[in-house]
């Protein structure tokens, strides 16, 4: 039943209880024949007046219901632009405000599940393209192998270290794959593992890059602060942020060049620390889309190239997740200097096992 159609039943229905009530008081003659004419006459035209009034108000009532109801039909028919003029009385503006606002919110959420689709597709056809290259090249090697192409005892070697080389590329592509994946749904540290002192993760970190760092001829310098720097990040965390921040470095710098780590406090107790190189740097336009997932400034892909584009990715996410901060600039000389902020532990908060350490450079080659 419509709105108008109810309303007016219920206005006929009111008129005629008056209607009876009045015959009524005639018939016990509570009323004359004048009166009971009178009262009737005044009855019918009142309820023909309200009748009048009930098509004339409902008018933008029902214009109002109409539009909300056509926008909630385009909408469930994939339109998800559709929106609802604010027009009419204030309680039907109210509810095109928030019929508007739905629109919104499933407009952005469709939005947002778009791009996370595209995404996906993206990290599938990444994974493979990343995937593949390794695969192949461990297939030929070992059917060159297999076929007893390979004589000689030196060539021989060479397949296997470079078969080793590929497996160890693959695990570490899987388990970069992993921990990003896992990046979305970690759980926050316990308190306790939340605190990591600079220093002790490099000490712990720097010994990994030794055969990497001969292999260029590099050198590597840090520079600390003159008191030792407590962050509130897991140190497993920090030492992963660093360890992606340095295997970038070492790819991307040229032979007899020199990486340099510093780390220093910076306003509002936040510390800042940096990896930087001397190779061939990161152009302007490509500084904000270096921290995504898979990309590389050497479209190319090759080999030569490095890394699968996780471990910028994986650094940003870790480092956003602690509430700092992550970028990329030029370098004082020449190359790159990546650098990233982290809140410092509140003062008091001492850490099990781990004692002061002062100023610290040094030099490895």
């Known amino acids: 039943m419509k709105l108008r159609t109810y309303l007016l039943l219920a206005n006929t229905i009111s008129l005629a209880f008056i209607i009876i009530l009045l015959v009524a008081f005639y018939r016990y003659m509570l009323l004359t024949m004048e009166q009971f004419i009178w ?24 214009a109002s ?44 959420s469709f939005r947002q599940v778009k791009a996370a689709e ?22 030929s090697y070992v059917e060159a192998l297999e076929d007893d192409v390979i004589q000689d005892e030196e060539t021989f070697r060479s397949y296997l270290a470079t078969i080793r080389s590929e497996t160890v590329r693959l695990g570490e592509l899987i388990q970069d794959l992993f921990e990003l994946s896992t990046l979305d749904r970690v759980k ?14 490099l ?21 600390l602060s003159e008191r030792p720097l407590k962050l509130q990040i897991a140190p497993r965390h920090l030492q992963r942020i660093l360890q992606n921040l340095l295997e970038n470095a070492v790819r991307h710098s040229p032979r007899g060049g020199v990486i340099s780590i510093e780390a220093e406090q910076s306003e509002e107790r936040m510390a800042r620390l940096s990896v930087s190189d001397e190779g061939e740097g990161v ?27 996780l471990g910028l990715s994986i650094a940003k996410r870790l480092v956003e997740q602690y509430g700092g901060q992550i970028g990329v600039r030029e370098a004082r000389r020449q190359g790159s200097e990546f650098w990233f902020t982290l809140p410092e532990a509140a003062e008091g908060i001492s850490l099990r096992g781990v004692g002061g350490h002062g100023k610290k450079e040094a030099d490895d080659e």
């Open 39 to 62: 009262l009737t006459a005044a009855t019918v035209g009142a309820g023909a007046v309200s009748a009048a009034l009930y098509f004339v108000l409902l008018r933008p009532l029902v």
């Open 65 to 108: 219901v109409r539009r909300v109801g056509e926008g909630a039909g385009r909408i469930a028919a994939g339109d998800l632009k559709a929106r609802v003029e604010h027009t009419g009385l204030k309680e039907f503006r109210q509810l095109a405000e928030q019929f508007n606002h739905m629109g919104s919110s499933l407009e952005e």
């Open 118 to 139: 595209s995404a996906q597709r993206e990290l599938v056809a990444n994974m493979a393209h990343d995937l593949r290259t390794p695969l192949a090249s461990v297939q």
């Open 188 to 201: 926050q540290e316990p308190e306790e593992f939340r605190l990591s002192i600079v220093e002790d993760v």
């Open 203 to 223: 000490v712990e970190l720097l010994p990994r890059f030794t055969l990497p760092l001969e292999a260029k001829s590099l050198q590597l310098k840090v520079k």
């Open 283 to 309: 152009l302007a336009g490509e500084r904000d889309r270096i921290f995504k997932r898979f990309y590389r400034s050497d479209q190319s892909r090759s080999r030569e190239g490095g890394g699968a584009g």
